[in-house]
């Protein structure tokens, strides 16, 4: 199939955007494609007016705010894999971003159309949840106002974003020294929807024992999923095989749609193989 009719503005600013998603019926955002137009073609979406918003140069800078990384929403997918600074400063992104489809998928796909997006499948929005990055959405009559990433996403494909709002630039904590990351996501073919998939960050003093931990899941719910419960680890330095029974814990809290025990085991190695995995950069660190 291909779209139906549909009118179409190529935004030359942000006030222009605003304008436009506050007047038009029926108007959506357009950045890199990747989700919108697959739905297009299948009629699942049936906007009445594309603002194209590729052009909006303003959106796609990055700044070193010290403890935090501000993103514009434009930021390309494949930059979060290749850009030194932010492969440094945010390297849980980096590694997730990597599961997402493939390398010319994530040289149009946009951060902030994948937040916007929601999809429970999505690596970014794990990423999003796992680090409380916070989302800046604006309106021509509203102004600004910020939403944590926790409640952000609400259900499948369905984000707390009204009609005449933009989401404009993501801010994204900065892990202290001691920490460590893990991302893993267990697909029948890379690049594909995983059967499950997990990100955590962990944190540790100078004798390794974890001083906070956040980990999550994806493909578990009808958003992504913060599973980490902080009092069964704080102050501990748990083994390898002590981490997957704590993982083995925290997937009890899974709401897969294909809710079997299989499904639940990939999930449980996905999780333990995350935190193994942050625990143990975490504390090569210190060193």
């Given at each position: ?7 179409y503005?190529?935004a030359?600013?942000v006030a ?13 955002v357009i950045a ?5 137009i697959?739905m ?13 918003i ?42 997730a971003v990597?599961?997402t ?20 499948s ?8 796992v ?36 989401l ?12 460590g990351?893990?991302f ?16 955590a960050?962990v ?8 001083t906070s ?23 501990e ?8 029974r ?21 999930a449980a190695?996905?999780?333990?193989t ?10 090569e660190?210190?060193?």
């Amino acid at each position: 199939m291909k779209p139906a009719a549909v009118d179409y503005v190529r935004a030359e600013s942000v006030a222009q955007v605003l304008d436009l998603l506050a007047d038009a019926e029926d108007a959506r955002v357009i950045a890199g494609g990747q989700s919108l137009i697959t739905m297009m073609n299948l009629r699942l979406a049936r906007p009445r007016l594309l603002v194209d918003i590729t052009g909006l140069a303003e959106l796609a800078r990055t700044f070193d705010d010290g403890d935090s990384m501000i993103l514009g929403a434009l930021v390309r997918q494949r930059s979060l894999e290749t850009d030194p600074l932010l492969t440094h400063r945010l390297p849980l992104a980096a590694d997730a971003v990597r599961h997402t489809g493939h390398v010319a998928i994530r040289n149009r796909g946009t951060l902030g159309g994948t937040l916007a997006h929601a999809d429970p499948s999505g690596e970014l929005p794990l990423v999003a949840l796992v680090c409380d990055a916070t989302l800046y959405l604006e309106s021509r009559d509203r102004g600004r106002r910020e939403v944590r990433a926790g409640d952000f996403f609400l259900s499948y494909y369905t984000a707390d974003l009204a009609a005449d709002e933009l989401l404009t630039w993501v801010r994204i904590p900065v892990q202290p020294p001691g920490h460590g990351w893990g991302f893993t996501e267990h697909a029948q073919r890379h690049g594909e929807y995983g059967i499950a998939g997990a990100g955590a960050l962990v944190t540790t003093d100078e004798q390794g024992r974890v001083t906070s931990v956040r980990a999550g899941l994806l493909h578990a719910a009808d958003r992504p999923l913060l599973v980490s419960a902080e009092a069964d680890v704080v102050g501990e330095s748990p083994s390898p095989e002590a981490w997957s029974r704590i993982a083995r814990s925290w997937v009890r809290a899974a709401e897969p749609v294909e809710d079997t025990d299989y499904v639940r085991a990939v999930a449980a190695d996905a999780l333990s193989t995350s935190l193994i995995l942050a625990h143990d950069r975490a504390r090569e660190e210190r060193q």
